[in-house]
């Protein structure tokens, strides 16, 4: 592997969380803060890709893939949420507590 790789990587993560920390708090909807927070665990991901490949060690390959599965999973629950409160009608008497 070259030498330069690894800071690459970690240096295109780190544009990445900034970019996506800039998408999370301006919004404008819920769908951007989420498509937000996938972006944070792509990044996390590809930062266990990068202390694998720099330590030599498979342990954060291993958690990249735990991370990956989890995050899958909350993204899919986090659309549908949002998906479901798209089709609440705006008189709807469960949609009292929201601002």
């Known amino acids: 592997m070259n030498g330069w790789t690894v800071p690459l990587l970690i240096v295109a993560c780190l544009l990445a969380l900034g970019l ?19 972006i944070f665990l792509a990044a996390s991901v590809a930062l266990c890709v990068a202390a694998s490949l720099a330590t030599v060690r498979t342990v954060f390959l291993d958690v990249a893939i735990g991370l990956a599965l989890v995050g899958f999973v909350g993204t899919v629950g986090w659309a549908r949420l949002v998906d479901r409160s798209a089709d609440l009608p705006e008189d709807d008497p469960r949609d009292k507590d929201r601002p």
């Open 20 to 38: 996506a920390t800039v998408r999370l708090l301006k919004g404008p909807t819920s769908a951007d803060r989420i498509v937000a927070l996938d």
